[in-house]
């Protein structure tokens, strides 16, 4: 009876394994820019995926487009929305390529699929604020030239990309020299402040009329057309045909004004993306779907959750790593000289380039976040292991020498006792520099304090950015209050107290 369950067992096995791996629901990661109406776009993807029978997942602000391009070329992201012009200008420029089918083409080569438009055209403007465009006389972009002295604000993408100034400026004869790069959503502080005159606007932005801008007439037709589309993985007509068929539901559905007022309702109403997305989604296609919205403790919680995990590994990670560092740079000065200058250069990449320069190893999310936070840990962490080691007593060391103590036993029972109170420093300071710069990691999909901050700055919502500001700050303080205990708990009182006279 017993081989006889055994043999039953192994069959059920064979056959309903694989039935129950096809009724999984298959699993999509779905992509999103920097700004609102690529995230209510990814909300609406994610939405009819999950009616379709799928399980997606919203990976929102994944900051410009490289960033999210590359991680739908790498697997990491399947789908995200995109604009006709941003490809042929911008991700495919180094290809000569004039129109869509070329362009279509080309992203096929790559093992990616285009869809058809989905009905609105998001075009590349530049605005004003109203009062002072009536003062010069300005409605043309033409017009400027006459006014070289206006200070500029283009968002940083816009100011590189082949689509962006730099073409802008040949084409209109344009002389103006004070020009910056900054944030999109800061831009429009900038506007606001009068601290700068002219930025580039997306035309089917709430901002435009949130912030009563005059957007300047494209006179010489410099801008090409950016209809939205849809960019994914070309596996996934396999692995998820179902989701494809919903998606295309969308195709030629959301006009200019359906877009601006989903925009609006985001940024003048202060709905979420989500809310939006469903609204849209049971109004057009009567697809009803549940919206959950989190409460503020409920989200700083998940926040939190989020923040201590990338510092608590890349700090973990670093202490490993550092503090054996730190000891060779003591023990071997020539090997040490190398091992410090090395720590040194990292700390002095831009955390944003080595976040952008890990998405390439180790994908988005996660990942490529830790690892450029263990990498600015360890300067500290190895130069004050090697200075607490270098900075004892000589008359010590011979001490211990005199007792017999082998070299591994002296580092153990008192060198490092010694220097621990240096070394517990150099920790200190690395967890409290993660705790801030942790918060980019939410530009490449990481989570974090960064997360509220990015959406208050892009929706011009204090209470938001202070939901990650305030908690980091809050962190910061209670990771140097846990050092001070610890130091107490591991470094011998003698060591603690303060020299006298």
Not at 115 to 125: C, E, K, L, Q
């Amino acid at each position: 009876m017993t081989f006889r369950m055994f043999i039953l067992s192994a069959l059920w096995a064979v056959v309903a394994g694989p039935l129950a791996a096809d009724q999984a629901p298959v699993e999509i990661t779905v992509g999103s820019k920097k700004f609102t109406e690529s995230v209510i776009l990814g909300e609406l993807i994610v939405r009819l995926a999950d009616d379709a029978g799928a399980s997606a997942t919203h990976l929102k602000e994944l900051g410009g487009t490289s960033i999210v391009f590359n991680a739908l070329l790498a697997g990491d992201v399947d789908i995200y929305p995109e604009y006709t012009g941003t490809i042929i200008r911008q991700t495919l420029s180094s290809e000569q390529i004039d129109t869509i089918d070329q362009a279509r083409a080309s992203l096929a080569d790559k093992g990616v699929l285009m869809s058809a438009p989905m009905g609105f055209n998001n075009t590349y403007a530049l605005g004003m604020k109203k009062p002072v465009a009536r003062k010069l006389n300005i409605e043309r972009i033409s017009d400027l030239v006459d006014h070289a002295d206006l200070a500029i604000g283009f968002t940083s993408e816009f100011m590189d990309r082949a689509d962006g100034w730099p073409g802008l400026k040949r084409h209109y004869g344009l002389l103006h020299e004070n020009v910056v790069g900054m944030d999109h959503d800061v831009a429009y502080r900038g506007l606001e402040s009068g601290s700068i005159h002219v930025t580039d606007l997306y035309s089917t932005d709430a901002d435009i009329r949130y912030y009563d801008l005059a957007i300047l007439t494209d006179d010489r037709r410099y801008f090409p057309e950016y209809h939205c589309v849809l960019l994914y993985r070309a596996d996934l007509i396999d692995r998820a045909p179902r989701v494809i068929e919903a998606l295309r539901r969308l195709e030629g559905r959301i006009d200019d004004e359906s877009m601006v007022t989903m925009n609006a309702r985001v940024k003048v109403d202060q709905f979420s993306e989500t809310r939006v997305a469903a609204d849209f989604l049971q109004e057009t296609f009567s697809v009803d779907s549940t919206v959950t919205e989190q409460s503020r403790w409920g989200r700083i919680a998940r926040f939190t959750f989020q923040h201590l995990f990338l510092v608590g590994i890349s700090l973990g990670a670093a202490i490993v790593i550092a503090l054996p560092l730190g000891i060779v740079a003591q023990r071997r000065p020539g090997p040490g000289q190398v091992i410090l200058g090395v720590v040194g250069a990292i700390q002095t990449v831009p955390a944003l380039a080595l976040l952008v320069l890990m998405i390439p190893i180790l994908g988005v999310a996660a990942p490529p976040a830790i690892a450029a936070l263990f990498l600015y840990s360890l300067l500290p962490i190895v130069r004050n292991t090697h200075a607490g080691l270098n900075n004892i007593s000589r008359s010590l060391i011979e001490s211990a020498e005199a007792l017999g103590l082998e070299r591994a036993a002296r580092l153990r029972l008192v060198e490092l006792p010694l220097a621990m109170r240096t070394i517990l420093a150099g920790i200190k300071t690395s967890a409290v520099l993660n705790v801030g710069f942790a918060t980019l990691g939410a530009l490449i999909g990481a989570g974090g304090y960064g997360q509220p901050i990015m959406t208050g700055i892009r929706l011009d919502r204090t209470d938001l950015l202070l939901e990650g500001a305030l908690p980091a700050v809050v962190l910061a303080f209670a990771i140097q209050g846990l050092f001070e205990i610890l130091e107490r708990l591991v470094v011998p009182k003698g060591l603690r107290l303060a020299p006298t006279g």
